[in-house]
């Protein structure tokens, strides 16, 4: 079992940035990917942004792409998702996720972090 725990949550103006890290341990595999979900009171989490683990391939939400950017440290078993530009409405708790499959969707995932809130004030 890999265990995930988020940090670099907090309170943004819109138009600014935020930067949110996902460290692993245990047991990982090259083919393990990692990523990230948010979700609001009252509503499913929704995928935002995921990065394989073994060759870096990078996948977006539309409502975050341009504005948000995946990345790893695979020597400190670290992911990170860098948020500019960001709007009110990306204001959620940011959880993080890793999974051995393909399907990014919040069912599929093998992992999870306890989440990070992200506040971003008009």
């Known amino acids: 079992q890999v265990q995930l725990v988020e940090s670099g949550g907090g309170l943004a103006e819109a138009g600014g940035s935020l930067r949110l890290s996902c460290v692993a341990s245990?047991?990982?595999?090259?083919?393990?990917?990692m990523g990230w979900f948010r979700q609001i009171p009252g509503a499913e989490r929704e995928f935002v942004a995921a990065?394989?683990?073994?060759?870096?391939?990078?996948y977006y939400a539309d409502s975050v792409k341009g504005r948000f950017t995946i990345s790893r440290d695979n020597a400190k078993n670290t992911v990170y998702l860098q948020m500019n530009r960001l709007v009110p409405e990306d204001t959620a708790v940011y959880y993080c996720?890793?999974?051995?499959?393909?399907?990014?969707?919040?069912?599929?995932?093998?992992?999870w972090g306890k989440g990070t809130l992200v506040t971003v004030s008009s």
């Open positions: 996720a890793g999974t051995y499959g393909r399907i990014w969707s919040p069912r599929q995932m093998d992992s």
């Open positions: 990065i394989s683990w073994s060759d870096g391939n990078t």
């Open positions: 245990g047991r990982i595999f090259s083919s393990y990917a």
